[in-house]
C-alpha cells in the first residue's frame, strides 16, 4: 500500500516536473534510496497511527511532515557525513515537493512550517529517533491553528495546521 502511495505521486507528475525530479536525484544518487525509505516510513506510520487522515490540512498532517523530514534526516545523515548536510538535503527534496504539489497559499505554507519543525527536531533530537514518534505526538497537542500565512509565518517552534478534526 505505501509503495502504491509513493508511485502514484511520482506517476501523477508532468514530464517536466519528473525530469526536475529526476535532476534532483542525478546530482544526489546517494540520497534516492534513503529518501525513498524514509518516505515509505513515514506513510506507514501514519496509515498505522491516522489512516487516511493525515492526507487533510489538520494536526495529523503536520505530524506527517514533521515526522518525514526527521526521517529524511535520519535516513540520510550517514551518506550526508552531517547533520547539517542531512538537514540541508531534507530542505531541498521537500520543498520540491511542495513547489511541484497542487497545494497552494495557507496549505504549502503549513507543510513547508511543518516540515521545518521536523529538521529542527532532528538537529537538536538526532540520537533519539526511536522515540520520535511520541515526541512529535505530544507536540501536536501544542499545534497552533492557523488561519492566514502571518499566523504561520510568526510561529516558529510549534507545528501549525489548518483544520480541526
Given amino acids: 500500500m505505501v509503495k502504491v ?3 502514484k505521486r511520482i506517476t ?9 525530479l529526476v535532476k534532483v536525484f542525478l546530482k544526489h544518487p ?3 534510496i534513503p529518501t ?18 493525515h492526507h487533510e490540512n489538520n494536526r495529523t498532517n503536520a ?6 523530514n526527521y526521517l529524511i534526516c535520519t535516513y540520510c545523515v550517514n551518506a550526508a557525513g552531517s547533520l547539517e548536510e542531512a538537514t540541508h538535503w531534507s530542505k531541498i527534496i521537500t520543498d520540491l515537493h511542495e513547489r511541484l504539489s497542487p497545494n497552494e497559499g495557507l496549505a504549502k505554507a503549513m507543510d513547508l512550517h511543518n516540515n521545518k519543525i521536523g529538521r529542527q527536531l532532528f ?6 529517533k526511536e522515540k520520535i514518534v ?17 499566523e504561520v ?12 478534526v
Fill in 12 to 20: 501523477s507528475l508532468r514530464f517536466s516536473e519528473l525530469v526536475i
Fill in 30 to 32: 546517494v540520497y534516492l
Fill in 63 to 68: 505530524f506527517r511532515h514533521a515526522l518525514w
Fill in 134 to 150: 511520541p515526541v512529535l505526538q505530544k507536540m501536536m497537542t501544542e499545534a497552533v491553528r492557523v488561519t492566514s500565512l502571518r
Fill in 36 to 53: 525513498y525509505r524514509a518516505t515509505n516510513k513515514t506513510i506507514k506510520i501514519c496509515n498505522q497511527l491516522y489512516g487516511k487522515l
Fill in 153 to 164: 509565518e510568526e510561529e516558529n517552534y510549534k507545528p501549525v495546521f489548518i483544520e480541526e
Fill in 123 to 128: 538537529r537538536s533530537n538526532s540520537e533519539e
Fill in 5 to 7: 502511495v509513493v508511485g
